[in-house]
């Protein structure tokens, strides 16, 4: 069975601090796909990034960078400097290729920050 | 480019009345699918397709008919609707070649709400 875990559910931070949202996957193939999506206010859905299981160099992205780590099955999200505009839910995903066709969402980390 | 294109943004329904969701793509993407998106539970599968004329059930289909016409089209039947069905809902495609493990690509969102 596949699942993914984000255990925190609300994270406050104040304006410029750094803050790291965590995801812990959970799967028995070995080729896989991981995301982050984007849940502003406003509802829509942005995807930030998507990961092969093949590919564990860390990825930066301005202020955004992300850890993937197969030996502990987390693929976690830091915010560098965080600003008001970063205030939203974030959701982790993982796909596999066995051919379910299934994509795993976690249950999602409410981020607000403060100014 | 218009992407995905859900309809109605909004809707409310009387138990027991039926209605259809409607998801319309113009990527070409073969991969379609339907979540629904609860406080706290993250985003759930109910059907996705991986191309025309193939349909398969997610994590919570009961409730839920779907069919695929088109590819482009893929439209999501609530036949008798129940206060358990208030929920956002939310259709995606993506295209990842016959894997279907790209980045999802979200529609806006419909709000339901069943009396």
């Known amino acids: 069975a596949q699942k993914v875990t984000q255990a925190q559910t609300e994270i406050s931070v104040v304006e410029k601090e750094d803050v790291t949202l965590d995801c812990v996957y959970e799967t028995r193939d070995t080729t896989y796909y991981l995301f982050w999506y984007k849940q502003p206010p406003s509802g829509e859905l942005v995807f930030l990034i998507r990961?092969?299981?093949?590919?564990?160099q860390n990825e930066i992205s301005g202020r955004y960078s992300w850890n993937f780590q197969k030996s502990t099955s987390s693929f976690n999200f830091t915010i560098t400097a965080s600003q008001v505009v970063d205030s939203a839910v974030y959701f982790c995903?993982?796909?596999?290729?066995?051919?379910?066709?299934?994509?795993?969402f976690g249950t999602g980390t409410r981020l607000k920050v403060l100014a | 480019n218009a992407g995905v294109t859900q309809t109605p943004k909004f809707q409310v329904l009387k138990t027991g009345q039926s209605m259809t969701l409607q998801c319309a793509q113009d990527m070409n993407h073969e991969y379609m699918s339907w979540y629904r998106q609860d406080p706290g539970m993250g985003l759930r599968l109910i059907h996705y397709s991986v191309g025309a004329g193939i349909t398969d059930q997610g994590e919570v289909p009961n409730g839920y008919n779907v069919s695929r016409s088109t590819t482009e089209d893929f439209p999501l039947r609530l036949l008798s609707a129940a206060p358990s069905q208030t929920s956002v809902y939310f259709c995606a495609s993506s295209y990842e070649g016959q894997a279907h493990t790209g980045e999802l690509f979200f529609g806006e969102g419909s709000r339901l709400t069943v009396l």
């Open positions: 995903a993982l796909i596999t290729t066995s051919g379910t066709y299934k994509y795993i």
């Open positions: 990961r092969n299981s093949f590919d564990e």
